[in-house]
């Protein structure tokens, strides 16, 4: 059976984070483009040899990715970052200039970091970073880009918050960087390594919907408990935040007792090439040639089935209204106003390579997710917003 989530007595701090405009961070890739190099990326990585209170921020959904706005320096400048469990550097120059000030130090060390539909190098610093009061870390590492690509306007980089083994060969002389949660962790300001994320579907561009919680989780953002899922030790999918789950749609089955990694830097639900074909056919979709995503008819949604995720002995289903991209964002990502588009789409390789399913925030607009580095585990819970028929 899934483990419950222990009751967590502390107060928290919220941060906010948002949505952003959909055309600004493409940076020429359709979204499926966008999703698929990151993917590509993803799964490149199995080759590689390489007791005290919660905090919250808001995050704004970007339509693309969440951001938050984050300080850094000594007075702050403040950057608004892609908030991404699939890396672990943070880093930040991509649009704004890093602004040095008192507590600026140079590490001299280069950094690079590629995430397959983008990549930045630069040089290291140590800076005080400011997420909120009292969300205010010492010395944390943080890349200054001296080029970057992928990333535009109003994006100034990312925070990376995956595990922290993902940081290994992206600085020079460094075996690993601690993350932002791991020094929260060690300078006192949290207890317990987990960070919360609560995003809400949204029929619009860009609006401030979700919350990150560092050291524990926000109660009032999810419904019934949390249910917890160990860290797949299949490689590369568990060198991410990965999980070994089933998938099914109505009564076919999609993907079998298979690993793949739950990712707030991707967009869509991927799975890989076989499943997918499996979920077109029991869909009857047909392929859309100008956004790449799978289109149905309205007597096609009518008759849509749930695509349950079972993991751990707990099944969390995307309805019919969850695999569907919000219309009144069709015109955004190239489709036609009166488009049906599922969010579902293709991973770019068949199943059997280790990571067989991407779970992207168009599945976390649906549930409250907790990622528990010190207990090496997911977990999920229902949320007001697992039913919506926002979209």
Do not use: C
């Not at 962790?185 to 579907?201: A, C, F, L, M, R």
Request: cysteine-free.
């Amino acid at each position: 059976m899934a483990s419950p989530i222990l009751d967590i007595t502390e107060p928290s701090f919220n941060i906010p984070i948002s949505r952003l405009p959909l055309d600004t961070p493409l940076s020429g890739f359709t979204l499926l483009q966008h999703d698929q190099e990151r993917a590509k990326y993803l799964l490149s990585r199995g080759n590689d040899p390489l007791e005290k209170r919660t905090a919250s921020i808001n995050v704004t959904n970007v339509g693309t990715t969440y951001v938050a706005s984050a300080g850094v320096g000594t007075p702050a400048t403040t950057y608004s970052l892609l908030i991404d469990t699939g890396s672990s550097n943070t880093w930040v120059g991509a649009s704004k200039k890093y602004v040095q000030t008192s507590s600026s130090k140079s590490t001299g060390n280069s950094v690079k970091v590629t995430y397959g539909s983008g990549s930045f190098s630069g040089t290291e610093y140590t800076d005080t970073v400011t997420l909120s009061q009292p969300l205010v870390i010492r010395g944390q590492s943080i890349g200054v880009a001296a080029n970057s690509m992928g990333f535009s306007a109003p994006l100034d980089g990312i925070l990376g918050i995956g595990p922290v083994g993902l940081t290994r060969g992206t600085v020079a002389n460094t075996p690993t960087v601690p993350t932002v949660t791991d020094n929260l962790k060690s300078q006192g300001t949290i207890s317990t390594e987990v960070i919360g994320i609560s995003y809400e579907p949204t029929a619009s561009g860009a609006v401030t919907n979700g919350e990150l919680t560092f050291g524990g989780v926000d109660s009032t953002k999810y419904t019934g408990s949390i249910s917890y899922n160990p860290i797949t030790s299949t490689s590369p999918a568990g060198l991410y935040w990965g999980i070994n789950q089933n998938i099914q749609y109505g009564s076919t089955t999609v993907l079998s007792s298979t690993a793949g990694i739950v990712d707030t830097g991707t967009t869509l639900v991927l799975l890989a090439t076989d499943a997918f074909q499996r979920y077109k056919t029991a869909t009857g979709a047909t392929r859309d040639s100008n956004t790449g995503l799978l289109t149905i008819t309205n007597a096609q949604y009518n008759a849509l089935k749930n695509l349950d995720f079972s993991a751990n002995g707990v099944t969390y289903s995307l309805t019919p209204n969850a695999q569907i991209w919000p219309r009144t964002l069709n015109t955004a990502i190239g489709g036609t106003a009166s488009g049906i588009y599922l969010v579902v789409s293709d991973l770019g390789s068949h199943s059997g390579n280790g990571l067989d399913f991407i779970m992207g925030y168009t599945f976390l607009e649906r549930f409250y997710s907790v990622y528990d580095t010190t207990n090496k585990r997911v977990g999920f819970a229902t949320t007001k917003y697992t039913t919506s028929t926002n979209n």
